[in-house]
């Protein structure tokens, strides 16, 4: 399945999901100081983060719709009234035409139902504009939260799947949500 950036930003009342911009690269700096950062890694960046380093992962996050990297597509949640950076998607296509989802939100912004509305519009986005069969979710188990995102996004879990992260060569278990 090929992967295309939405036509225009995904949005509700509260925030919009949109392509990496320019200025979301003072927001990755700031993210980069922030101890939750270092702790739970919800946006792959360095800890502290310069300038120049945001700079260059903004680029992968952007250039991810145009070619193959280590990030695949990246969408940017933001605040729907500043425009600020709260949170990212990040898109993997999967076997039997099917895109993995995964997210993260700042600490600043967790518990205010970011996470649930981001992953509801891009979900949706990728059934209905991508015509994907199913959308993916793989959480770990002592994931309690995006457990809880899952479900109120209208994701069903479907079993236990074996989870591999190149960059590091771990291998664990994972939940299996899904939504047709």
């Not at 903004?58 to 729907?80: S, Y």
């Not at 509305?117 to 309690?144: K, M, Y």
């Amino acid at each position: 399945m090929i992967l295309r950036p939405p036509a225009q930003p995904l949005s509700d009342a509260g925030i919009v999901v949109r392509l990496p911009r320019d200025r979301d690269l003072d927001a990755l700096v700031r993210y980069g100081d922030d101890a939750d950062v270092r702790e739970t890694i919800w946006v792959p960046i360095p800890t502290p983060c310069s300038q120049a380093q945001a700079a260059e992962r903004l680029a992968e996050f952007g250039e991810g719709w145009q070619q193959e990297n280590r990030f695949g597509p990246a969408l940017i949640v933001a605040d729907a009234h500043t425009g600020a950076m709260t949170g990212i998607v990040f898109l993997r296509p999967r076997k039997r035409e099917s895109v993995e989802l995964s997210y993260g939100v700042a600490a600043a912004h967790r518990n205010r139902g970011i996470a649930t509305a981001a992953v509801s519009l891009v979900a949706r986005w990728c059934l209905d504009e991508l015509a994907a069969a199913r959308v993916e979710l793989r959480i770990g188990r002592p994931n309690l939260a995006s457990q809880r995102v899952a479900a109120k996004a209208g994701f069903t879990q479907e079993g236990v799947v074996r989870s591999y992260v190149r960059s590091t060569g771990e291998a664990y278990d994972d939940f299996l949500f899904t939504l047709r």
